[in-house]
């Protein structure tokens, strides 16, 4: 099916459906390893350890990490620990198409964490009505969730959901691609129709212009995670 232009979008967001789980550290100190706006490229390294270790009482304050929406450049690349893959093709103002790099025939256009539209193996998504403009996660104080309702199309019929996005906190992580600093936002979501219910989890890192670390749950599927393991940005 022939993708919408990017400029033709309205803001949105759907799911996609990734896979595999992988460990992490996390710490209450530290920088990340690149600075955006500038050429880095990282390959994977030794894997970062066992289970998620959380900063202990005590030790010093986390350090603030600004939320800001990305400024992804075409050519900006991302892979991870199940395989995941993606590739900034095209950039229309704080819009991007990713294409899936493990998947050539997938692909997604996004604003920030917010999906537009989607190809995935069996249908094309693409929202078509929104109750309140989720770029609001960019202003609105940690812990105070935005929630919106999101209606969107696939293959033809009517998907309803009520979403929430919320920032959690600031944690540094340690994954196999490096250290960073990352903000955590939460993304829960349910089905107004039926009892479908979805959560993720993202550290995300302003030094990559992505989430480092994914923790997910879809439906009846069970608990998840992925973690970034070389990324490249232009």
């Given at each position: 099916?022939?993708?919408?232009?990017?400029?033709?979008?309205?803001?949105?967001?759907?799911?996609?459906a990734?896979?595999?789980?992988?460990?992490?550290?996390?710490?209450?100190?530290?920088?990340?390893?690149?600075?955006?706006?500038?050429?880095?490229?990282?390959?994977?390294?030794?894997?970062?350890?066992?289970?998620?270790?959380?900063?202990?009482?005590?030790t010093?304050?986390?350090?603030?990490?600004?939320?800001?929406?990305?400024?992804?450049?075409?050519?900006?690349?991302?892979?991870?620990?199940?395989?995941?893959?993606?590739?900034?093709t095209?950039?229309?103002?704080?819009?991007?198409?990713?294409?899936?790099?493990?998947?050539?025939?997938?692909?997604?256009?996004?604003?920030?964490?917010?999906?537009?539209?989607?190809?995935?193996?069996?249908?094309?998504?693409?929202?078509v009505?929104?109750?309140?403009?989720?770029?609001?996660?960019?202003?609105?104080?940690?812990?105070?969730?935005?929630?919106?309702?999101?209606?969107?199309?696939?293959?033809?019929?009517?998907?309803?959901?009520?979403?929430?996005?919320?920032?959690?906190?600031?944690?540094?992580?340690?994954?196999?691609?490096?250290?960073?600093?990352?903000?955590?936002?939460?993304?829960?979501?349910?089905?107004?129709?039926?009892?479908?219910?979805?959560?993720?989890?993202?550290?995300?890192?302003?030094a990559?212009?992505?989430?480092?670390?994914?923790?997910?749950?879809?439906?009846?599927?069970?608990d998840?995670?992925?973690?970034?393991?070389?990324?490249s940005?232009k």
């Amino acid at each position: 099916m022939r993708p919408v232009p990017l400029a033709a979008l309205a803001a949105a967001y759907v799911l996609t459906a990734p896979v595999l789980t992988a460990c992490v550290q996390t710490t209450g100190t530290g920088t990340g390893t690149a600075a955006m706006g500038t050429a880095a490229v990282v390959t994977p390294a030794a894997d970062a350890g066992s289970a998620v270790a959380l900063r202990p009482p005590g030790t010093p304050a986390r350090p603030a990490v600004a939320l800001a929406p990305p400024q992804w450049r075409v050519g900006d690349t991302w892979q991870y620990s199940d395989g995941y893959g993606m590739r900034v093709t095209e950039v229309n103002g704080p819009a991007a198409r990713f294409q899936r790099t493990d998947a050539p025939g997938q692909w997604y256009i996004a604003r920030g964490p917010f999906r537009e539209q989607l190809q995935s193996r069996n249908a094309l998504r693409q929202v078509v009505f929104q109750s309140e403009d989720p770029q609001r996660l960019y202003t609105v104080p940690p812990g105070e969730p935005v929630v919106f309702r999101r209606e969107y199309m696939r293959n033809g019929v009517l998907v309803r959901h009520r979403t929430s996005w919320t920032v959690e906190g600031t944690e540094t992580i340690t994954v196999p691609a490096g250290t960073f600093d990352a903000v955590i936002l939460v993304m829960r979501t349910r089905s107004t129709t039926g009892n479908w219910t979805a959560y993720e989890r993202w550290w995300y890192a302003p030094a990559v212009r992505n989430y480092v670390r994914m923790e997910f749950k879809y439906g009846e599927a069970p608990d998840n995670a992925r973690v970034l393991t070389a990324y490249s940005l232009k």
